[in-house]
Each structure stands twice: as structure tokens, then as C-alpha cells.
């Protein structure tokens, strides 16, 4: 049963430490999502990556974030410096883009708290 | 869980009823629906889709509803059962953009017993 791994699933962290998330998409799948959710914005799409290129990272704060594929089968999400609002959970999707439709298939995430 | 929104409308339902949740999509250009489940502490999970050229789509206890006049979609689940329990969200897109989702604010379902 293939799936989105996502590690650590849980981070607890300081304010002004480096937070690095980690995602490994379906095999064979093209297209990465990462998203963040909070109770207050609900899911808010942060960057996405097709064929591990970057195509959208407007929703995401450049200045402290930065989201990278070194591989096909790796996905990465870094925070630096954290701050106590960047506490949520991120979630990293996968997704095979096809001409008839796409499906996400979503990790199960990961919980950051920066104190 | 993690789910979204102090303010999350939320619906009771009788275990064993049918449930309809209801979902107003931003884009009318929009061609392409997903309708996810998100249990308490766990990441969203695909249910059904639908593309712009179908009315409606049926799965196995769920049916996807999609009304392009207004900009609605819906979700019907047969017989619900305590395990459908959750928080249900619309997503939507457009197959020959960037193919990214905007996403619903969510519905909370809460069976009763």
C-alpha cells in the first residue's frame, strides 16, 4: 500500500532554531505539495514541485522558508530562523499529474511547536 | 486533531441517516473536485473526485453532486457510520493551470449514536 512518509511527526523546537521536515512522496509520482494547517488559516498551500522543479512558492514566506527536492524521492521543508507562529501541522502531498485529472495524496504530517 | 477552524460548521447526524455536506467552490473555472476526509491527527484522505463534464459521480456510500449554475458541490454519505466521523473538505482546480487546489474551510461530522 503505497504512501506519503513525512519525518519527524513530531518537532518540538525553540524560537530562532532551524526546523527541516522531511517528505517521501509515492513512487512515481511527479508533483510534491507541502501545506500548512493551522486551526485559525485552515490548509494554506506553501510550495509545489513538479518533475522536482519548483513551480509555486508564493505561499510561502521566503525570508525563513525554504522548500527543496534533492531527489525524486525526497522532498524537504526548512524553517530558519523558527518562530511560535510557525507552529502547526505541515503536510507534504503527492501527486501524478495526468491529462485526465490528478489526485493528492497527503502524509500524515508534521506536528512543529517552536517555543 | 489539527483540524481547521474554531468556527467549523458542523453537522450531527444519526448514526445509520444519510448525511449531506455542502461545499461553495470560489472558481468557476474550476474543472476538477476532490472531496477529502480528515480524521482527528491524521493528514487528509482522498473519497471521491469529480471533473466538470459529470453532474454527479457515485463511490461505494458516497456520491459527489456538482452544480456548475451556482458553484456547488456536495457530498452525500449513505447509512453513515461512527467511523465517518471527521472533518470533510472541497477541493478544486483547473486541469490546465498549475493545478493547484484551493481548499475548502471543512465541515465537521459528528455522528450520534
Known amino acids: 500500500d503505497a504512501r506519503v512518509t513525512q519525518t519527524p511527526r513530531h518537532k518540538v523546537t525553540e524560537m530562532g532554531q532551524e526546523v527541516t521536515m522531511r517528505c517521501q512522496p509515492i513512487?512515481?509520482?511527479?508533483?510534491v505539495f507541502w501545506y500548512r494547517q493551522t486551526m485559525m488559516q485552515g490548509l494554506e498551500l506553501l510550495a509545489y514541485f513538479r518533475n522536482r522543479a519548483p513551480l509555486d512558492d508564493s505561499g510561502m514566506p521566503k525570508d525563513r522558508f525554504s522548500a527543496e527536492m534533492p531527489d525524486a524521492t525526497l522532498a524537504t521543508l526548512k524553517i530558519q530562523p523558527s518562530e511560535p507562529r510557525d507552529s502547526a501541522v505541515y503536510f507534504c502531498?503527492?501527486?501524478?499529474?495526468?491529462?485526465?485529472?490528478?489526485?493528492?495524496?497527503f502524509g500524515p504530517g508534521t506536528r512543529l511547536l517552536v517555543l | 486533531g489539527e483540524s481547521v477552524g474554531l468556527h467549523l460548521p458542523t453537522l450531527s447526524v444519526q448514526e445509520g441517516d444519510n448525511s449531506i455536506i455542502n461545499c461553495a467552490y470560489s472558481?468557476?473555472?474550476?474543472?476538477?473536485f476532490i472531496w477529502y476526509k480528515q480524521e482527528s491527527g491524521k493528514g487528509p484522505q482522498f473519497i471521491i473526485d469529480?471533473?466538470?463534464?459529470?453532474d454527479k459521480r457515485q463511490g461505494q456510500r458516497v456520491t459527489v453532486l456538482l452544480n456548475k449554475t451556482v458553484k456547488h458541490l456536495s457530498l452525500q454519505i449513505a447509512a453513515t457510520q461512527p467511523g465517518d466521523s471527521a472533518v470533510y473538505f472541497c477541493?478544486?482546480?483547473?486541469?490546465?493551470?498549475?493545478?493547484?487546489?484551493?481548499f475548502g474551510t471543512g465541515t465537521r461530522l459528528k455522528v450520534l449514536a
Open positions: 469529480i471533473r466538470s463534464n459529470m
Open positions: 472558481n468557476s473555472a474550476s474543472d476538477y
Open positions: 502531498a503527492s501527486g501524478l499529474v495526468v491529462t485526465s485529472g490528478e489526485t493528492q495524496y
Open positions: 513512487l512515481g509520482h511527479n508533483t
Open positions: 477541493a478544486e482546480t483547473l486541469l490546465s493551470g498549475t493545478y493547484k487546489y484551493i
